[in-house]
């Protein structure tokens, strides 16, 4: 009980912390950018009425979080609109006093997919085809059609109102059935099968019932809602879950803000339900981002004016490079940029720069750029600036300072200076350069808390350890890292779970347990790390030593990125041992080489696509595919899956690796710059099978970033 | 119960206390809690202690040596006094506060902010520049380049029409201006603005103003102080 009073406490903050954020609203009659509505959830989580679905999408890229119980049942739901057209929802559901099948609270994973097949127009409704729970055990299995149209003021009455209709199999077809469509043999479900593959067997098979739903939104606060509902929750009911004594369900909700919205209802005649809906999107932040002013491009006096500023005889002096340095210095660091390494002639100069502040690489170019204008001597025209990540020079952006002194402050100057912006390949090195003499040694601590969250225990779905984390990293050379972190856990339950592994396979993920009863005070990480750039675009990467939590050896990586495209190949191998439970400095027997060969391409628009090939972790051997979309400010939603030569049983539950990751930039909260960002890969269940090293440092993520795509879908913020 | 007291109080202490040191910054737990904290805390800091402003007398404003800029921005009931961070030929102006937010003004015309959230990045004001230079009326479009949250920057087109109200005394601080009133209508499907000029009839300098920024910050309410 203390734990779910803690669990939903947790969860009630996390909401009312964002709950509370606003964002522009023209509320009075100005002109504003146009939002798209935002269609209130139903209690799974996806639009719709109340345990019914609707038509609706929601707006592109809308992320929302929720929750919701009534008789015993909650639903956890995560849904991401993956494009105007595409949405998917991760649930996690548990369902109270099942007491059968072994379970007291039966709990399961849900994966949701819906189309839209139309926009809504002024006669005709959107319409929603949604398969729900498509691949899970299929608790909650059903597929739809269903259409919306929006009324407003409907009869003269205030506000709006959305009528749903539709047609629901599997769940959505158990009350009131009108016959079967596409043939009658559905398989039943079975609460002890492993799930995880897709149940196209089932999909629009058997019966089908109509299903129907009202929602009137009163005013900007308040709306009512009511439905027809076609679910019978038979396996519930069976199971004295709940009693359903109505076809009918009514609600009433509340938009707290525009992002949390709480919902109470009148379920099936007999339970009384709450809803709460975060929706947050990645393309509005919290906090918008406030940057101080930068300083203004110096003006060059014209050389009719004062001809002599122009002169070039300063190239000639054999201490001009050193003293430019040595003023560009200090203006660099004051916008948390520092000087790598600088090369000047009469009318060009290359800066080197490694930005420590900036998101948005393009804002630190500009930046650079400014300091540039400001110190450098007139007859310099051509600025070739290059971000430097961990000795890895990543391109070359190519400015004229007269474009920079005749656009600062035209109209469209973004698009302008982008036209006239060159990018391209940063040689490795940088010759007859002076460089910053005191880059290195450089030693980098922190300490701090940490908090390991543990999900989806049936016992207690969410678990979590919390104690003190001490991190250093110290470079002695170019390239060079060596890089540790040491826990203390202070407290936590990962470790009372009584779950020890069952898995057939090399036991390479599934004795997360062991690790966590074993000590409270471990090593985490300890490693010495090399990167360089060992030719035109490559990049290359070598490690060694205690990679991660449970395994140590050592990894070398190579990767094939130009800057202008879209392609990226890579190729890493490992040799790794497993380490012991302690997590100190030795190690068990298992050892394994594994390794990759990837490809990495951007679609467009923030479309992101990887397939690995190769050897993974229990020695298997098969290929992971990645999708994700990421916005230029940092945000990143996708999903992955993996399929190897072990087969479903062998990898027991869930049937294959699979999983959800999510990244959100600190910025987007704070509103200020930062390059920190919140990361958190969430599976449904973790297994043996197709499990890959978790090698910090890997190169594609740090070279892309400073490529010409990323570069250009920041460039907003070269002018800030 | 108890152990939740318990562990927040330690999380809460711990963030705060969380130390480091060095010029990089690693995407760590504890790193990332302790910016979100301090963060929250100089929020909460510059909340509780406003900056005073300063009451305004001719005698005053006479003895500063740099020119001054009152801007309110009115939909967060800010004031704030800026002085010149550069000027530029076509009489352009960068005004900036001591924490480098910038207004930026051609011929007194709206240009650009930074530092605000959501600026106006560039902005192409012809209709307003027109009147305010002629001291009469014009029209035609206005475009207003404004900041998103992905790091792009969207257009914004509005149909526009300065009018020209008559002649007005202005009066700023104890000294009055003889000035025309100029109001700029404009809208687009989404919505109308007005933007007021009062611009001194000898000079053609913009006095005051009040002059719509982005659906973010809103109207400005800008006196020019000193030149």
């Keep these: 009980m203390q734990r779910a009073i803690l669990r939903n406490t947790s969860f009630a903050a996390a909401f009312v912390a964002l709950g509370t954020a606003a964002y522009a609203q023209s509320d009075d009659g100005t002109p504003h950018f146009k939002m798209p509505v935002q269609p209130s959830l139903n209690l799974y989580g996806s639009p719709g009425v109340i345990d019914m679905p609707s038509g609706e999408a929601l707006p592109d890229a809308q992320f929302a979080v929720s929750y919701s119980y009534f008789g015993g049942i909650s639903r956890s739901a995560m849904t991401f609109q993956f494009s105007p057209r595409i949405s998917a929802t991760f649930r996690y559901v548990g369902i109270r006093n099942w007491n059968d099948n072994g379970f007291d609270t039966y709990r399961d994973r849900n994966f949701d997919v819906r189309f839209l097949l139309r926009r809504e127009s002024q006669y005709l409704p959107a319409i929603t085809l949604g398969l729900q729970d498509f691949a899970g055990t299929g608790i909650n299995a059903a597929e739809y059609v269903v259409a919306t149209k929006t009324f407003d003021r409907p009869l003269s009455l205030p506000g709006t109102m959305k009528v749903s209709a539709g047609l629901g199999w599997g769940r959505l077809a158990s009350s009131g059935s009108i016959g079967s469509l596409f043939g009658s043999n559905r398989p039943k479900f079975n609460p002890n099968s492993k799930g995880g593959n897709f149940a196209t067997d089932q999909w629009f098979r058997g019966p089908t019932a109509p299903f129907a739903g009202i929602e009137w939104q009163i005013d900007n606060r308040w709306a009512v809602k009511a439905e027809y509902s076609s679910d019978a929750y038979e396996p519930e009911t069976s199971r004295g879950v709940f009693t359903r004594k109505s076809r009918m369900n009514f609600g009433a909700e509340y938009q707290y803000s525009q992002n949390l919205r709480l919902g109470a209802y009148w379920m099936y005649g007999s339970e009384f339900g709450i809803s709460a809906q975060l929706q947050v ?166 300490v701090g808390p940490y908090v390991s969250p543990s999900y989806f225990d049936p016992e207690s779905p969410v678990r979590a350890d919390a104690g003190v984390s001490a991190e250093f990293r110290y470079r002695f050379a170019p390239g060079w890292l060596v890089a540790g972190e040491m826990r203390h856990r202070l407290i936590g339950n990962i470790a009372d779970s009584d779950r020890f592994s069952n898995s057939q396979l090399p036991r390479v993920r599934t004795d997360s347990l062991r690790y966590a009863q074993a000590a409270d005070t471990t090593l985490h990480k300890l490693y010495i790390s090399k990167q360089w750039k060992p030719g035109a675009n490559t990049y ?31 190729v890493e191998a490992n040799y790794v041992k497993q380490r012991e439970y302690e997590q100190r400095f030795g190690f068990q027997d298992y050892s394994v080489a594994t390794g990759h060969v990837s490809a990495y391409y951007e679609f467009g628009r923030g479309y992101m696509g990887q397939l690995d090939v190769g050897r993974y972790l229990a020695g298997d051997v098969g290929a992971t595919a990645t999708v994700t979309r990421e916005f230029a400010n940092g945000w990143r939603v996708g999903g992955f899956f993996t399929l190897t030569n072990v087969s479903a049983a062998e990898f027991g539950e869930g049937s294959f690796d699979k999983g959800i990751i999510l990244q959100i930039p600190v910025g987007w909260f704070t509103g200020q710059p930062s390059k920190r960002t919140v990361s958190t890969t969430i599976r449904p269940i973790q297994r043996d099978g197709g499990a890959r090293l978790d090698v910090p440092g890997r190169l594609y993520e740090q070279v892309r970033n400073g490529h010409r795509n990323d570069i250009v879908a920041d460039f907003g913020r070269a002018w800030e | 119960m108890k152990m939740r007291h318990i562990c927040l109080a330690l999380c809460a202490g711990l963030a705060l206390s969380a130390c480091s040191g060095g010029t990089e910054k690693a995407s760590s ?199």
Excluded at chain 2, 29 to 49: D, P, Y
Excluded at chain 2, 88 to 112: A, E, H, K, M
Excluded at chain 2, 221 to 227: H, S
């Design chain 2, 29 to 227: 737990q504890s790193s990332t809690l302790s910016e979100v904290a301090s963060v929250i805390v100089a929020g909460r800091k510059a909340k509780r202690n406003p900056p005073e402003l300063p009451t305004l007398t001719r005698p005053l404003l006479d003895n500063l040596t740099v020119g001054s800029l009152e801007v309110i921005a009115s939909k967060r009931a800010q004031t704030a006094y800026l002085i010149p961070e550069a000027r530029r030929s076509g009489n352009l102006t960068v005004w900036r506060t001591g924490g480098n937010s910038q207004v930026i003004l051609r011929d007194g015309v709206l240009i650009g902010t930074k530092g605000l959230g959501n600026d106006l990045a560039s902005a192409d004001a012809s209709p307003a520049l027109a009147a305010v230079r002629t001291r009469g009326s014009s029209a035609g479009q206005r475009v207003m380049y404004i900041r998103n949250d992905v790091n792009g920057v969207d257009r914004m087109s509005l149909s526009c029409e300065v009018h020209n109200l008559g002649a007005e005394n202005l009066e700023i601080v104890e000294r009055s201006f003889p000035t025309v009133h100029l109001r700029e209508d404009c809208s687009n499907e989404t919505g109308k603005i007005a933007n007021h000029y009062w611009v001194d009839r000898r000079d053609g300098t913009v006095w005051k103003s009040r002059q719509w920024a982005s659906p973010q910050t809103g109207y400005l309410d800008i006196r020019l102080l000193k030149k």
């Design chain 1, 281 to 446: 999107n990645p393309k509005r932040a919290t906090t918008p981002m406030m940057v101080s002013g930068p300083r203004t491009i110096q003006q060059r006096p014209t050389r009719a004016e004062n001809p002599a500023a122009w002169s070039e005889d300063w190239s000639t002096s054999a201490t001009a490079p050193t003293t430019i340095r040595d003023a560009l210095r200090p203006e660099l660091e004051k916008e948390g940029l520092t000087l790598e390494a600088l090369s000047l002639s009469a009318n060009s100069a290359e800066l080197r720069f490694i930005n420590r502040r900036y998101s948005a690489d393009a804002a630190a170019i500009g930046r650079a750029a400014r300091v540039m204008a400001m110190i450098l001597p007139p007859s310099v025209e051509t600025f070739r600036l290059v971000l430097v990540q961990n000795n890895l020079p990543l391109s070359t952006v190519t400015l004229r300072r007269s474009d920079l002194e005749a656009l600062e402050f035209q109209p469209d100057n973004t698009d302008a200076l982008l036209a006239v912006t060159g990018f391209s390949e940063a040689a490795p090195n940088l010759p007859y350069s002076v460089k910053n003499p005191d880059l290195y040694p450089s030693l980098n601590f922190s």
């Design chain 1, 540 to 570: 290359a990467r070598v490690t060694a030593g205690y990679l991660e939590q449970m395994f140590g050896g050592v990894s070398a990586e190579l990767l094939w990125k130009p800057v202008n495209s879209r392609l990226a190949l890579g």
